[in-house]
């Protein structure tokens, strides 16, 4: 049996490419990223066998491709993910919700 080295293994189901999803890492060929597998799996505490349920474009292969690739990246993708929270603060605080302004019209 011939043994495949994991780093080929891992590149096989996580690329990075420059203007795709911020050119942040994600499943080859899919939108979905590595931080996203990592919220879904830590944060919301779905399984491997959960998310493919919910994205049944992905293999449970890439879930644990981006699992491995998430935990040897851990701090970098960490800091990625409270970024991105961080900005999407930012545009909502910036951005009226239409539904508020109506409701506070309706109530003057």
Request: with cysteine.
């Amino acid at each position: 049996m011939t043994q495949i080295p994991m780093a080929s293994v891992i590149q096989e189901h996580i690329e990075i490419t420059p203007g795709v999803c911020g050119g942040k890492p994600r499943i080859a060929g899919h939108r979905i990223k590595v931080q996203d597998i990592a919220i879904w799996y830590e944060d919301m505490g779905l399984s491997p066998d959960e998310i493919v349920y919910h994205h049944p474009s992905i293999t449970l292969a890439d879930v644990y491709a981006a699992l491995a690739y998430y935990h040897d990246c851990r701090q970098q993708i960490r800091q990625q993910i409270r970024e991105d929270e961080a900005l999407a603060r930012s545009i909502q605080e910036q951005t009226p919700s239409l539904l508020q302004k109506k409701l506070r019209n309706r109530n003057v």
